[in-house]
């Protein structure tokens, strides 16, 4: 009987093939993705905003008559006006860090770094001929955010901003009344206002804010 012979049929490839370096993702489609994704999300917040004249309405401001009020104005407020106030406290951020030249300019230097050096890689980073993985990286990028965060101004601008911005939008949605409030029923759930309804047959209904 004569062998088989070692060129059959079946015979497995010595080495797999390497991935075609195009497959992978480059620095500047992620570096897009990441700004589109950042872009939307902005204009979603943006779309969803209440009307500023209602949001500053003077004559929709009262006091609470009892601290079950308030409790329940803060969260119909709280939901009615999400984007507002979220506009609001990023705008408290925002006047916070340009009133402060330093602490803008720190801010600025860490969002790059991150973006760079972290967000924006597709490969592993090399300075003076040493390779750092992933995880060296990230280490030294979150102590850095740290050490700058509680060694410099930058930490304590970003604190008293969104402080003053939250204080604010907590008196506001204390104060303002819901009376002439409406949401329609998607924003109710999402809101806790009222329980889901199961079935997607169900009729959409408008719900007053009291």
Do not use: C
């Not at 010595?14 to 992978?24: F, G, I, K, N, V």
């Not at 009133?99 to 600025?108: D, G, K, N, R, Y």
């Not at 402080?163 to 204390?174: N, P």
């Not at 759930?189 to 047959?201: D, I």
Request: no cysteine.
């Amino acid at each position: 009987m004569r062998s088989a012979s070692p060129r059959g049929y079946g015979a497995l490839p010595s080495h797999a093939a390497a991935p075609s370096p195009s497959s992978a993702p480059s620095a500047v489609h992620r570096g897009a993705a990441l700004v589109s994704s950042l872009r939307e999300q902005g204009r979603a917040l943006i779309a969803t905003q209440r009307p500023w004249g209602q949001l500053l309405d003077s004559a929709a401001l009262a006091r609470p008559s009892s601290a079950g009020e308030a409790i329940s104005r803060l969260r119909r407020n709280l939901t009615y006006f999400r984007s507002n106030y979220a506009l609001s406290v990023l705008l408290a951020l925002a006047i916070g860090l340009i009133w402060q030249p330093a602490s803008l300019a720190a801010a600025l230097i860490l969002a790059a770094a991150w973006f760079f050096l972290y967000l924006a890689r597709d490969r592993p980073l090399v300075l003076f001929d040493r390779r750092f993985d992933e995880g060296t990286v990230l280490g030294a990028l979150s102590l850095a955010t740290f050490f700058a965060l509680v060694s410099t101004d930058l930490g304590s601008n970003v604190f008293k901003s969104v402080g003053v911005g939250l204080l604010l939008v907590g008196m506001h949605a204390v104060f303002r009344i819901t009376d002439d409030l409406f949401m329609d029923e998607s924003e109710a759930v999402s809101g806790g206002l009222v329980a889901g309804l199961g079935g997607q047959g169900r009729p959409a209904f408008v719900v007053r804010v009291v």
